[in-house]
C-alpha cells in the first residue's frame, strides 16, 4: 500500500497574497483632476443630478465645483486636511467647518486621506487582517475587520481589480453601511481607473450616488481658485 501525502493549503499565504493584490493597483500620484457626472437620491428620494470637477494636490488641497442642470454653478468647496470651506453661490453664504463636516454627509467616520482614496477609486477602509476568503471563478470574496467596518472585497484576481466593497458598521450599536460598485476601468498610463460608480451611504437614512468620469488627468499642476466675493455672508 502507497501512502498518499495530501498537501496541506497555507491560508495564511492565500491570505498575504490576496491582500497584496487588492493593493496592486492603487493609485498614487501627485495632481489629479477629473470631471463627473453625478447623480444622487436622497433620503426622501428626490433624484437629483450635477456636473462637479474635482481638483487635487495630493494630502494638501481639493478643490470641488458642482454645476446645475442649467449650466450654473451652485456651490464650490475647498477641502483641507483639517477643515472644509462651501460656498454656496446661489444663497451667497460661506460656511467653515472642520473635516468631521464630511462625516455627517456621507454617514462615514471619513477623514481627508480616506477622502483621497474614494474620489480615486481606491479601497477604503481595508484591513491586511483578513479572516476569511472564498473563491468564485477568477473572483475572490474577502472579509477584512477594521477599526470602523467589516469590509467585504470582491476582486478580480485575473487583474487585481476590486470590483464591489461592502462595508458595516463593527460597532453593534450603530447601523452605518455602504456599498461601492466599480465599473468600466479604464488604462490610462500605468494607472487602472474605475471611470464608472456608485455609491450607497446609509445609517438612518439612505444616499445612493452614481458618477461618471467624463475627464481624468494625473499629475498636472492644478490651479484652486476659491475667491470669496464681498456681500458674502457667513453660514
Not at 464650490?76 to 454656496?88: E, G, K, N, Q, T
Request: proline share 3%.
Amino acid at each position: 500500500m502507497v501512502d498518499v501525502k495530501i498537501p496541506t493549503i497555507d491560508s495564511n499565504a492565500i491570505k498575504a497574497d490576496l491582500a497584496s493584490r487588492v493593493h496592486s493597483n492603487t493609485i498614487t500620484c501627485a495632481h489629479f483632476a477629473g470631471k463627473m457626472k453625478l447623480d444622487y437620491t436622497d433620503q426622501n428620494g428626490k433624484g437629483n443630478n450635477a456636473t462637479a470637477q474635482i481638483r487635487m494636490r495630493i494630502d494638501s488641497l481639493i478643490w470641488v465645483s458642482i454645476t446645475g442642470p442649467l449650466g450654473i454653478e451652485g456651490f464650490r468647496a475647498l477641502i483641507r486636511p483639517d477643515s472644509v470651506f462651501v460656498m454656496d453661490k446661489l444663497e451667497h453664504t460661506i460656511s467653515r467647518r472642520s473635516v468631521s463636516y464630511l462625516q455627517e454627509i456621507v454617514k462615514l467616520p471619513l477623514d481627508f486621506s480616506t477622502l483621497q482614496d474614494l474620489i480615486l477609486g481606491n479601497p477604503v477602509y481595508f484591513n491586511d487582517n483578513i479572516t476569511s476568503f472564498r473563491a468564485n471563478g477568477p473572483n475572490y470574496f474577502l472579509l477584512s475587520v477594521g477599526k470602523f467596518f467589516k469590509h467585504l472585497a470582491t476582486l478580480d484576481t485575473t487583474n487585481n481589480r476590486v470590483l464591489n466593497s461592502k462595508l458595516d458598521d463593527v460597532d453593534e450599536t450603530r447601523s452605518r453601511t455602504c456599498n461601492i460598485a466599480n465599473n468600466e476601468f479604464q488604462q490610462i498610463g500605468k494607472r487602472t481607473f474605475s471611470t464608472e460608480r456608485n455609491y450607497t451611504f446609509a445609517e438612518k437614512n439612505k444616499l445612493d450616488v452614481s458618477i461618471k468620469f467624463t475627464q481624468v488627468v494625473f499629475d498636472e499642476p492644478q490651479s484652486f481658485i476659491f475667491n470669496i466675493p464681498k456681500g458674502y455672508r457667513n453660514k
